[in-house]
């Protein structure tokens, strides 16, 4: 007995298996023209200022001023205007890319070990008035650094510590967003029964912390130290108002007293100070870039801390 095509002889139509789609297909129809637009927009955003502080770099004070601020000069003279920053008032670059690196180096790791410190323990244990303490680091993560500067100045005034490297640091330490930060993270990263199996084998608190809690908050502590440094480095209001010698100055406040002076005609001005400012603003970005290069991969990991709960 013949049946019609797409039919059994019971009468049942037969169904066509349709392939499903592949996963190219499914990533083809879920791309946005809005979306790529907006991600292409914040890609410029945020590179042409690199882009004109590269370029900038290659220039003379002329060519700062009549050429195109996104293209080359007909003369490019980069290692020129590296030379002459690095040889500018005997060498005074140096040394504020020195204190800059050593501020932010030492507020760095010391603001990630505090902030882990005291994560682990909101974390971890339970005390009286635990809550109403996190609730008051939530809330100084809403006040400003700048609001907090001129009475860290009379505090440190008073203890004679104005323009010492102290008056730098000290303030770095305390990272409220990096305290519940780590927070977060330790409530997952750090298994309850793993401390437990440590206490019972006769292990103390100090030492649960910093040899087996410690190595399990890298991914968060990397974060914290890389918020740190980069707020460190390119702190400009605090170091301007704590620190008078030229020689302590770190890198922010140092090329903004060169830009002072090429726009003033200041004391040692002259009129290739403005490339100076603008290659040594290029080569005080360069340790940063570097930092986050090298240590991304546990950055991202400490950004997705408590994003996923198990």
Do not use: C
């Amino acid at each position: 007995m013949t049946t019609p095509a797409g039919t059994t002889a019971a009468g049942r139509t037969e169904r066509k298996h349709t392939p499903a789609p592949s996963p190219r297909r499914r990533s083809r129809s879920r791309r946005s023209t809005p979306l790529t637009i907006a991600m292409l927009a914040a890609l410029a955003y945020f590179l042409l200022p690199l882009l004109w502080l590269l370029i900038a770099s290659t220039k003379n004070t002329q060519d700062l001023f009549d050429s195109f601020g996104l293209w080359f000069s007909d003369a490019p003279q980069l290692l020129t205007n590296i030379r002459a920053t690095f040889a500018q008032d005997d060498g005074v670059f140096v040394h504020w890319l020195l204190n800059t690196a050593v501020y932010a180096g030492v507020s760095a790791l010391g603001a990630a070990l505090l902030a882990a410190a005291a994560g682990y323990g909101f974390a971890k244990f339970r005390f009286r008035g635990d809550r109403l303490a996190f609730n008051l680091v939530l809330g100084a993560i809403m006040v400003p650094a700048t609001a907090l500067a001129i009475p860290t100045y009379l505090l440190f005034a008073n203890v004679g510590l104005v323009n010492t490297p102290w008056a730098v640091i000290l303030p770095s330490l305390v990272n409220p967003f990096g305290l519940y930060l780590m927070r977060v993270y330790a409530a997952d990263a750090v298994p309850d029964s793993l401390l437990e199996a440590a206490r019972i084998d006769g292990a103390g608190e100090a030492r649960i912390f910093f040899r087996i809690a410690l190595r399990m908050l890298a991914p968060g502590l990397v974060t914290v130290l890389l918020f740190t440094l980069v707020a460190t480095w390119n702190n400009y209001f605090l170091p301007l108002i704590m620190l008078n010698d030229p020689n302590l100055y770190p890198i922010t406040v140092g090329l903004s007293s060169w830009a002072e002076q090429a726009q003033n005609g200041g004391a040692g001005a002259s009129s290739d100070m403005l490339p100076l400012v603008v290659t040594g603003s290029l080569i005080s970005i360069v340790p940063l870039v570097a930092a986050f290069l090298l240590l991304q991969r546990y950055w991202q990991s400490g950004l997705a801390a408590g994003s996923v709960k198990q």
